[in-house]
């Protein structure tokens, strides 16, 4: 009795039929989340482009916006680029570009950085006709949610900093 039972397991070990179908069910759930995790990661990375791309509009915008001429058109500078950065357009109609991103969210500082045009012995370190350079900045955070990956493995919502520098030329 125990010679055929002994006989089963010699040749059950030695049996190599199932041994692929045992790999695959291993490696499987690995795959899946390295997968999941590999578009995720382009998801969030193609997010973080848009927005620093809607950024660096909305800081253009804001850095050749002249404030006291535009305001007798009855034009608010931060508004218009704060919609640009968001919308893509001066008006903040349509679609944005990233789904959740608010006007809201966006900062315009046009007075983030005021430097000196000359050094102290008079050198010009900046070229310009007045006697500081602004630099404009516009800031925003997003909370990037994702899809199911995230939640599934229960890590917090990603938040997302961008920020875009840009000299002030007015016009």
């Known amino acids: 009795?125990?010679?055929?039972?002994?006989?089963?397991?010699?040749?059950?070990r030695r049996d190599e039929i199932g041994s692929a179908l045992v790999?695959?069910?291993i490696i499987t759930p690995l795959m899946i989340s390295l997968s999941a995790?590999?578009?995720e990661f382009g998801n969030l990375f193609h997010k973080?482009?848009?927005?620093?791309?809607?950024?660096?509009?909305?800081?253009?915008?804001?850095?050749?916006?002249?404030?006291?001429f535009v305001a007798t058109?009855?034009?608010?500078?931060?508004?218009?680029?704060k919609n640009i950065a968001v919308y893509s357009n001066a008006a903040g109609t349509g679609a944005v570009r990233v789904t959740g991103w608010d006007p809201n969210t966006v900062t315009v500082d046009r007075d983030y950085l005021i430097t000196s045009a000359t050094d102290g012995g008079g050198n010009m370190l900046y070229r310009s006709t007045e006697a500081n350079v602004l630099t404009v900045r516009a800031s925003t955070t997003f909370n990037y949610t994702g899809a199911s990956l995230l939640s599934y493995l229960g890590l917090n919502p990603i938040v997302?900093?961008?920020?875009?520098?840009?000299?002030y030329v007015g016009w």
């Open 160 to 167: 997302l900093s961008a920020s875009h520098e840009e000299r």
């Open 73 to 81: 058109l009855g034009i608010n500078c931060e508004t218009v680029a």
């Open 23 to 25: 790999e695959m069910t």
């Open 37 to 39: 995790g590999v578009f």
């Open 1 to 12: 009795m125990f010679n055929r039972i002994f006989t089963y397991l010699r040749r059950f």
């Open 48 to 68: 973080k482009l848009l927005i620093e791309a809607g950024l660096r509009d909305g800081a253009r915008y804001a850095a050749r916006c002249n404030p006291v």
